[in-house]
């Protein structure tokens, strides 16, 4: 969860890159429509002018017209043969625009997602192990401590009845208890 929380940041970048790839194919196809419709009359009738109002009249509708055209809800060629009739040159820029977007955008997005992913979950594991780490580390200390209070002569060594007596306290059977640990069996 947290490795997919943390790609966010990277995520949000792919899709700015997308976004301002699209941006600038549409600015050019849009400009291309307008251009159109001023040298040939807004009022201009026929099948391509109204292709050209539908999938290009706009910046949203471009916009989505691009969207559609990489993802699979309209056939390239579809959105291509409107601009066809503005210029012929316009289909080898539809095709350079689904390339891009297919075999370089998207792909390095692809790429680039998953590989922080994958540096993020690694992460994650490090921190899973350090958290680890540290627990036993202060239940470590804990011991430690144990064993330092039960050496009631304060020797540096622990007799067996020290120990017993230590066990003994109430509060140190429920400390053991918390941590269910019978100290009624330490004689075993």
Not at 20 to 35: D, H, I, K, N, P
Request: proline letters at 2%; aromatic letters at 14%; hydrophobic letters at 50%.
């Amino acid at each position: 969860l947290f490795a997919i929380l943390d790609s966010m940041s990277s995520l949000f970048w792919c899709f700015v890159l997308i976004g301002m790839t699209q941006f600038m194919f549409a600015v050019l196809f849009m400009s291309a429509t307008a251009e159109y419709f001023d040298d040939n009359g807004a009022t201009v009738a026929g099948e391509v002018p109204d292709q050209l109002r539908e999938l290009y009249g706009d910046f949203w509708s471009t916009m989505v017209t691009l969207f559609m055209v990489i993802s699979g809800g309209l056939d390239w060629r579809d959105a291509a043969n409107p601009l066809k009739g503005i210029h012929v040159m316009y289909l080898p820029v539809m095709i350079f625009y689904v390339f891009l977007m297919q075999f370089g955008v998207l792909n390095v997005v692809v790429g680039t997602f998953v590989a922080t992913a994958t540096e993020i979950a690694s992460k994650d594991r490090e921190a899973l192990v350090r958290s680890h780490m540290a627990q036993m580390d202060a239940y470590t200390q804990k011991i430690r401590n144990f064993f330092a209070e039960a050496d009631t002569d304060k020797d540096g060594t622990l007799s067996w009845e020290e120990l017993r007596d230590y066990l003994d306290d109430r509060r140190v059977q429920a400390y053991f208890a918390s941590m269910d640990i019978d100290v009624g069996q330490a004689e075993t």
